[in-house]
């Protein structure tokens, strides 16, 4: 064994308490570190011909890198919809990592079975019914993408093609109907080859994001074959929701594959204020819930459901003698693009655990109680408008003066060098605007004043820097 690599494996429980030394000193800084921070690149090192070992390097990445690190997953960051990490899924993610558990077979040891308990936990707290399986992916993108490659073998089967076997040579032009899909939607469509015009864009209610039934209807009549349909349970910029009950019973007129993206939005399961914003959700073909959202737990984690589990064992089985029947094993290489994956589902059930049905309920309420703190704050204020009512936990406005884009980003890099609070740019209905998205476990009241405090500051300056 190699000199150094011996010694760092007598040293293992000295190399663990500098790694829990350095966290510690990031969750107790002398100075808070900003949600986000411009780093500019350092030039690029030689690989050394020996290594250093790693308290070696420990030291190294604590003096030069650690410092520049952006506290994203502290209370203030309102880019992304992204949560943190609570204690309990920190404390699950570290022994991820060591117990690095093969996740290919599901026999190998506890770990599959406590992911399907933990799947069970999750169906429980959204109100998904036993008929739905589900497995663990790295983000909301690649759930989206799982759930439309099963809608796309559907549709196949509808025509009397396997498309697993056969491919989509000779297959007419398949639909993907919905009014506000989230951007994975249409790189998933790109992906699985069906192109990004075969979405087909319904109309939105007045004023909403929210699909308009009528045009659902025109649009599915219109089709002359089965197509897919993608409901939002929560969009990105104003957290509008279809009528998924509404949408469901249209299958009783209509042969069409209900996809439900409901990446963050599903949560609204967890409160009895929203919980009515899910119904219908059991009326879906397949669903899409994210795990680093509001469950907070470490990237990359999020959960596919589907009801056609048989389906997507046809698209993603992994044929290999070593590997099993795929029909008699619920291994999850047979229903994902992955055969080599983390152990991802552990972190959630530390936390599912942890903090229970309350736990979460109270999250949720948290945040967007902040979330309705801070758009009042902004409607009553002479500098900003809300551009749609904070239904959740996201704040969608702009200045009250018309603006384009460029300086919307120019006033958002002004608020990230400010280094206490960040928000990301986005567009509604055509007006550029700010996005604020609260989904942080630590978030509350104070940090959604402070957010609002720091956006009058930074635009009165950059007002005064105009005048002057």
């Known amino acids: 064994m190699n000199a150094v690599l011996r010694s760092d494996k007598e040293a293992i429980s000295a190399i663990l308490q500098q790694v829990g030394k350095l966290a510690d000193e990031h969750f107790h800084p002398t100075e808070l570190a900003p949600p986000s921070r411009y780093v500019p690149d350092d030039d690029f090192a030689d690989l050394p011909a020996e290594g250093w070992g790693a308290l070696d390097v420990l030291v190294q990445f604590r003096e030069r890198y650690a410092p520049r690190m952006a506290n994203s997953a502290g209370p203030r960051y309102f880019g992304f919809v992204t949560g943190g990490s609570t204690p309990a899924s920190l404390a699950g993610d570290w022994l991820v990592s060591v117990y690095d558990q093969v996740m290919s077979g599901s026999t190998d040891s506890v770990a599959h079975f406590l992911e399907r308990q933990t799947l069970h936990f999750l169906k429980q707290l959204f109100g998904l019914d036993t008929a739905y399986s589900g497995t663990f992916v790295t983000g909301a993108t690649m759930s989206n993408f799982v759930s439309l490659a099963s809608a796309r073998q559907w549709i196949g089967e509808q025509q009397g093609i396997n498309l697993s076997e056969d491919g989509l040579y000779g297959m007419a032009p398949m639909r993907v109907l919905s009014a506000t899909p989230h951007s994975s939607i249409l790189k998933s469509l790109s992906m699985l080859g069906m192109g990004r015009k075969s979405w087909v864009n319904v109309e939105t209610l007045p004023g909403r994001e929210a699909i308009d039934l009528q045009a659902l209807e025109a649009a599915l009549a219109h089709e002359p074959g089965p197509v897919v349909v993608v409901a939002n349970a929560g969009t990105v910029n104003t957290v509008d929701f279809d009528d998924l009950e509404a949408i469901g019973a249209l299958k009783q007129k209509y042969n069409f594959w209900l996809h439900v993206d409901a990446a963050f939005g599903g949560f609204a399961a967890c409160s009895p204020q929203h919980q009515h914003l899910m119904r219908g959700i059991n009326l879906a073909d397949s669903v899409t819930i994210d795990a680093h959202k509001w469950l907070n737990v470490p990237y990359d984690a999020a959960m596919q459901f589907t009801r056609h589990k048989s389906i997507q064992v046809k698209v993603f089985q992994n044929q290999a003698a070593y590997l099993g029947d795929p029909a008699l094993m619920p291994d999850s290489m047979h229903v994902t693009p992955e055969n080599s994956r983390r152990f991802r589902a552990l972190p959630s059930w530390f936390t599912l655990l942890a903090y229970g049905r309350n736990g979460y309920r109270e999250i949720v309420e948290r945040n967007c109680a902040v979330a309705h703190g801070l758009g009042e704050r902004l409607e009553r204020s002479e500098e900003f408008r809300l551009l749609a009512p904070v239904r959740m936990n996201i704040v969608c406005f702009s200045f009250r003066h018309s603006t384009t884009l460029e300086e919307i980003r120019t006033f958002l890099d002004a608020v990230r060098d400010d280094g206490r609070v960040f928000f990301t740019p986005t567009v509604y209905k055509g007006t550029p605007a700010i996005r604020a998205?609260?989904?942080?476990?630590?978030?509350?009241?104070?940090?959604?004043?402070?957010?609002?405090?720091?956006?009058?500051?930074?635009?009165?300056?950059?007002?005064?820097?105009?005048?002057?």
């Open 437 to 468: 998205a609260i989904s942080n476990w630590q978030t509350g009241e104070a940090d959604g004043k402070l957010a609002f405090e720091v956006l009058q500051a930074v635009y009165r300056a950059q007002a005064l820097k105009i005048s002057v």
